[in-house]
């Protein structure tokens, strides 16, 4: 009984976390399955919006900045606009230009915001992180507490698809097509392009920081591991594209399918290396396990690439909002 | 005076000699292949692992091991050329980006994997610096940074001007279409700039090893200011590249001295930003670069 | 007429890109030392007609023969091998590379010796000698020109396919290029030209092919094109006014022969106050607006 109390824990942690993925890959659908645009820097904006709710929301202490006991929602709002503003500072700056110097400027700026985290020891305790980040339903007894989180995180997943579906249906959205397929055409057609791709670049960065907010409070602790590029930018980018992108659906469960993938290959590496007899492993580096996970990240890689090359459309294809 | 020179303009030459070698790579690739390579830095990573693979199995001097450090690196990127890369050919470039994004994380899980996070050395110890006019300090290895990049530079330039796949790599980097159309074997021309590309920044990544050390992230870390240095000089021009990777080489190291009281003007750990902060004033004042490169 | 030999021929063609097909049962020859021009109007598939030799579009019906040997769908890198030279209308040569390196990478196929190729070019354009070591993009719009049909002559092709080669030029340079596309085909290479510039184009050729709506209209003398009362209301005058501008505003049928081009533009602007082009239009007019939006759409997917 208490083994499938545990089961049950996990799934829902897997549940909760493969959650705060579909909206980060419904962020990503916005910019780059709407709207055409490159985001490569998707863990500078998550760790925006991780930092920023957890410092908004902890308890006065001398560690880091904070202090501030600032209600979730509050906080969760501070974190959409910090990121969107740096998000149409970058806009400015690149959306004249083709998607690869978007590509640039925001690979470089995720790296200046780890750097920013990593360094400035006085306001984010540096690689040591936030802890004690305050928690929704945190007087809940178990599982309650994780359920009643699970609930929230599948509101807002539910809340961004709704909103999502409902722009990409809209004029917005088929102007957002138009654009991404024909940028002269829609140009004749006296459309504001810049306009238009930096609304949805903005957009989607909100939401990255909304995702990243739901992060540290679910995790109530976060360092600078999550602005690291592996576990969120490219994740987030295979998850778009196995699920399908340009479609909500097909983020929402590309998301789900890989973060499963994810934590499984995990959990068979791990046995495996548990499981390796002792008088083979005497000959294997020290360091197997350590080793073992970057494999995991070679399969997804080449996952990836299978996508891009065979399935570049994903397993749910972009439905076309067709006009009138 | 001579502090400023011997700690702070000398480093930053050395790191802009690393750069220029980097950003050539990325120049041409951008320039011909008409993509921002992402997997750039990891040819630097993985051609370091191999010098160091060398040195360490045979006791190979690490200057015999980078020539055969660049060749293996410019089969390596021959090779990610051939099975991710050429697919793509005719498709929006954007895919392209993404693919090199991929093979930049692949990359470094299999350097990852194969070598460990332990970071090595190939650097022969610490070494007496020489003094030159009583003041000026240059360590021998920094000398061999310089000596090795200008030899390089050199041979790329003679290929580019003087030899005719050179000039069909030229003439691509200016309109692909026209080139195919003239009937320059375009592929042979993609090859060209794989092998050119791949060898430079190998043998950037192994200058980089002899003056710090071999690690799995290095050619990562390097990707910033490679990717500005090109921007600097001007998409598709070499010679911007490696104006663009010294001036952004020695814009960081300057950047670290104490201009304004005792205070280093940025700390180090921020030097990452000073290239940041260069590619952004190009991108918004000038995007064709010092060099007018192709602006996309 | 057909008593040289032949160079190329189109016989049945239909092609376009992708699903849409642009093309539909051209015929087309260009013989030994001819200049051959494609007119029509705008969307009428001229370029696309030419770029059907290149390789350049999926051909599904009829063939393409260079010298006897089949080139149909062969793709543009092996079509240069056999020896067809393209100069596309824009972008045809390589700004960055000076002037000799363009035409260095014109002989790119070229494994023996090019350079008394290269000097009979220079030659030919001698501006292009005195600026050989400047960087090709510095150059004058007509001068760019010679660079590109330099670079294409570098093979000593056996035919030259010019697409447009006056499109963009003022008018003055217009008449230069005419002047240089003379010149190449006295030096004995067949040329094949797509002109927006039908008067002036047919003026010079031997004979002309009319497209309209990607299929062969006419086909005759260049002199009997000029002549030709239809087809002058149809390009030389009316479909230009119509599509274009008025500046040619006037029909041919006052002419009945081959005149250089100053002559020609005084009979035109007699013409034009004859009235003469009255009835024009709409049938013309439509059909081409009409293709034109077709095409774009096409060029989009």
Known sequence: MDLFYGYFLYAISLVTIGGIYAILTLGLNIQWGFAGLFNAGIAGFFAIGAYSAAILTTMPTDRHLGGYEMP???????????????????????????????????????????????????????????????????????????????????LIVLAVYLLSERAHKSPWGRVMTAIRENEPASHAAGKNIETFRMQGFVIGSMIMALAGAMMSHYLKFINPAVSEPIASTFLVWVMLIVGGSGNNKGAIIGAFLMWFIWSGTELVLSTIVQNIPPDLLSYLPADLSVRLAYVRIFMIGLLLQIFLQKYPSGIFPEKRPIAR | MFEFINFYFIPGLILGCIYALGAIGITLTFGILRFANFSHGENMTI?????????????????????????????????????????????????????????????????????????????????????????????????????????????????????????????????????????????????????????????????????????????????????????????????????????????????????????????????????????????????????????? | MSEKKLVLLLENVDGGYGDS????????????????????????????????????????????????????????????????????????????????????????????DFKPRMQEIFELFPPLYEKRAQPAGTLSGGQRQMVAMGKALMLEPQILLLDEPTAGLSPLYQSEIFEIVKQVHAHGTPILMVEQNAKQAL??????????????????????????????????????????????????????????????????????????????????????????STTTKKSGA
């Open chain 2, 47 to 296: 051609g370091a692992y191999f010098a160091y693979t060398l040195v360490s199995l045979f006791g190979m001097h690490p200057l015999l091991a980078m020539p055969i450090a660049m060749a293996l690196t410019a089969f390596v990127a021959l090779g990610v050329d051939r099975y991710f890369y050429r697919p793509f050919r005719s498709s929006p470039s954007i895919m392209l980006v993404m693919a090199s994004f991929g093979i930049m994380l692949m990359a470094q899980s299999i350097i990852q994997f194969t070598w460990g996070t332990q970071v090595k050395t190939i650097s022969p110890g610490i070494q007496r610096p020489i003094k030159l006019f009583d003041y000026l300090m240059i360590s021998p290895k920094h000398l061999i940074i310089i000596a090795c990049t200008l030899v390089l530079v050199f041979i790329v330039h003679y290929l580019l001007t003087y030899t005719k796949t050179g000039k069909a790599m030229r003439a691509m980097a200016d309109s692909p279409e026209l080139a195919r159309l003239t009937g320059i074997n375009t592929e042979g021309v993609i090859r060209t700039t794989w092998i050119i590309g791949g060898g430079l920044a190998a043998a950037a990544g192994v200058l980089l090893a002899i003056d710090t050390q071999v690690q799995t992230l290095m050619g990562f870390q390097l990707l910033l200011p490679m990717f500005a240095a090109a921007i600097l000089g001007g998409i598709g021009k070499p010679y911007g590249a490696i104006a663009g990777g010294l001036i952004i080489g020695v814009a960081e190291e300057l950047c670290t001295y104490p201009w304004i009281g005792t205070e280093p003007l940025i700390a180090p750990n921020y030097k990452a930003g000073v290239a940041f902060a260069i590619m952004v004033i190009m991108l918004i004042w000038r995007p064709s670069g010092l060099f007018k490169g192709k602006v996309f």
């Open chain 1, 72 to 154: 979730y929602i509050v906080a969760a709002l501070v974190a959409m606009v910090a990121s969107g503003l740096i998000a149409w500072v970058i806009g400015k700056i690149c959306l004249r230009l083709r998607s690869d110097y978007l590509a640039i400027a925001t690979i470089g700026i995720a790296e200046i915001i780890r750097l920013v985290f990593k360094n400035e020891v006085w306001a984010t305790n540096g690689h040591r992180g936030i802890s004690e980040v305050p928690k929704p339903f945190e007087g809940l007894p178990q599982p309650w507490n994780d359920l009643a989180f699970l609930a929230i995180v599948g």
């Open chain 3, 203 to 292: 003026a010079i050729a031997d004979r002309g092919y009319v497209l309209v709506d990607g299929k062969n209209k006419y086909h005759d003398t260049g002199a009997a094109l000029l002549a030709d009362p239809e087809v002058g209301e149809m390009f030389l005058g009316g479909g230009k006014a119509a599509t274009i501008s008025k500046r040619k505003p006037a029909t041919a049928n006052a002419k009945t022969k081959t005149t250089p081009k100053s002559k020609s533009k005084t009979t035109s602007k007699a013409n034009s106050k004859s009235g003469i082009k009255k009835p024009l239009p709409k049938k013309v007019k439509d059909p081409s607006l009409k293709k034109k």
């Open chain 3, 21 to 112: 097909q642009i093309l539909t049962d051209i015929n087309m020859e260009v013989h030994q030392g001819e200049i051959v021009v494609i007119i029509g109007p705008n969307g009428a598939g001229k370029s696309t007609a030419m770029k059907s030799v290149f390789g350049l579009l999926n051909l599904t019906k009829g063939k393409v023969v260079l010298n006897g040997k089949d080139i149909t769908n062969m793709p543009p890198e092996k079509v240069v091998h056999e020896g067809v030279c393209y100069v596309p209308q824009t972008a045809n040569i390589f700004p960055s590379l000076t002037v000799q390196e363009n035409l260095e990478m014109g002989a790119f196929i070229r494994n023996d």
